[in-house]
């Protein structure tokens, strides 16, 4: 499996600012994705990072409030862009590992970025 | 509407003994399935997954079983030990569509094991 880092670990922001989290993979990697944990709830994706071309979006997440960059294989960044305090959760990039027997794909997942909104 | 469902927040069983964790979906278009642990402050580990072909994975302590006419997985742990308290996570995807890199999570399951 790919060991995977994450920067910030937390950060605490104001209202209204925006926050970039930094996405590291110690190998090259097709597919990489971003995904939320509010709290309570469960790991929900945002958005698969894309090398080369616009990242594609779950529903209801949008560009223009999570912009997401690839610049390479081993690397992506997630802005949470105009932050509000519904904006406070854990934050999680994860990566596709092997296929599985029948084709499913066990993804491995980055330490998080625990953000809280003020 | 939530596709995977956990309805135990929470469960407590002693060293030793067997742990039942237990997941539905509602997606009859699931068709693999995962288990993940998470440490407090740690990403999500992948522990076991199974394939709607199988009903039962085994990989040493970890067992999963599926019932695709209940639309029921379960994983069992045995026997428990106090290393394995963290919060399992139960997952779904599905292979058709180009879409089979998509995760849909349960909320969790707080397994706590005492010594």
């Known amino acids: 499996s790919a060991v995977i880092s994450q920067k910030p670990s937390r950060d605490i922001c104001q209202r209204g600012t925006s926050l970039t989290i930094q996405c590291q993979v110690d190998s090259q990697v097709t597919m990489m994705f971003w995904y939320r944990q509010q709290p309570g709830q469960s790991l929900t994706l945002i958005a698969t990072a894309n090398q080369g071309s616009e990242a594609t979006y779950e529903s209801g997440f949008v560009i223009d409030k999570f912009p997401i960059s690839r610049p390479n294989l081993t690397f992506s960044t997630l802005t949470v862009s105009n932050m509000s305090p519904e904006d406070s959760s854990i934050y999680l990039c994860?990566?596709?590992?092997?296929?599985?027997?029948?084709?499913?794909?066990?993804?491995?997942f980055g330490p998080g970025t625990r953000l809280t909104v003020l | 509407d939530q596709q995977v469902k956990q309805n135990s927040p929470s469960l407590s069983v002693q060293e030793g003994r067997i742990s039942i964790l237990n997941c539905d979906y509602t997606n009859s278009m699931f068709d693999y399935f995962l288990w993940y642990k998470k440490y407090p402050a740690e990403g999500p580990t992948f522990l076991i997954s199974?394939?709607?072909?199988?009903d039962k994975n085994e990989d040493g302590r970890f067992t999963v079983f599926l019932n695709k006419s209940a639309k029921h997985l379960s994983l069992h742990i045995v026997p428990s030990q106090p290393g394995d308290s963290a919060v399992y996570f139960c997952?779904?995807?599905?292979?058709?569509?180009?879409?089979?890199?998509?995760?849909?999570f349960g909320k969790g399951t707080l397994l706590t094991v005492n010594p």
């Open positions: 994860s990566v596709e590992g092997l296929a599985g027997a029948a084709g499913g794909n066990e993804q491995f």
């Open positions: 997952a779904a995807s599905e292979s058709s569509g180009g879409s089979n890199y998509k995760l849909t």
């Open positions: 199974i394939s709607s072909i199988k």
